[in-house]
């Protein structure tokens, strides 16, 4: 059974530019999370989709946003990039039902010079 | 508010010692519990996870962990470390607010000294 995989792995993007990260989840697994970790913040969560709607979203700018496709598969875009959205991003797939596992992404390094 | 808490930034132990990596939650949260690794430039890895039932719980790589709902703990244990331990180890704790999501706790970088 695949993993979760997360695309590209390394990401080198300018400030004020936008990005898109994909994530496809684990077969079968309609919850994908995502998930910011920065040596400053820790994990933070940024917003989780099941079923292509969004059912939660955590404390950040409207720059940042995501979708979920039929397939499950998922896109999150951060807008007009800063410096301090240099971070690991993390995606996690789950069955979706409450307190079951989170498999995680090896995820994406975003740098933004 | 944060609902997991991690004592230790970080930990040094000798090859062969115990890991202890302790972790406190408010009690306020559902007690559905886990322990998560990650090594560098990796994504994350359950170790174990405490939903329900028996409160000690047995994960991968010889860790456990023991849910104390009195003390509002769940400290994940080693008996006997081991070089390829050496890695940063997150607890964290399901939060219901509408929907559920993950709230991790800062993390414990463990280092194995030989």
């Known amino acids: 059974k695949a993993g979760v995989t997360q695309t590209p792995r390394y990401l080198i993007k300018t400030r004020g530019q936008q990005v898109t990260l994909s994530c496809s989840p684990i077969?079968?697994?309609?919850?994908v999370s995502w998930y910011q970790q920065t040596p400053g913040q820790g994990l933070q969560f940024l917003f989780e989709y099941f079923s292509e709607t969004q059912r939660n979203k955590g404390n950040f700018p409207g720059r940042f946003s995501g979708r979920q496709f039929s397939n499950s598969r998922s896109e999150m875009n951060v807008s007009t990039l800063e410096l301090g959205d240099s971070a690991l991003y993390l995606c996690?797939?789950?069955?979706?039902?409450?307190?079951?596992?989170?498999?995680f992404g090896q995820g994406t390094r975003l740098t933004v010079v | 508010a944060q609902s997991v808490t991690q004592l230790g930034s970080h930990v040094s132990v000798s090859e062969g010692a115990l890991v202890l990596l302790r972790c406190n939650y408010s009690?306020?949260?559902?007690?559905?519990l886990f322990w998560y690794v990650q090594y560098p430039n990796q994504g994350l890895q359950l170790l174990l996870k405490y939903t329900t039932g028996a409160t000690l719980v047995k994960g991968i790589n010889g860790f456990e962990a023991e849910f104390k709902k009195s003390e509002t703990s769940f400290h994940l244990t080693k008996p006997s470390a081991h070089m390829s331990d050496a890695a940063e180890y997150f607890c964290a704790v399901i939060v219901i607010q509408g929907a559920q999501k993950l709230v991790f706790g800062q993390g414990t970088r463990l280092t194995i000294n030989p």
């Open positions: 009690s306020s949260v559902p007690p559905y």
């Open positions: 996690a797939s789950s069955a979706g039902a409450l307190n079951t596992e989170a498999f």
């Open positions: 077969s079968g697994h309609r919850s």
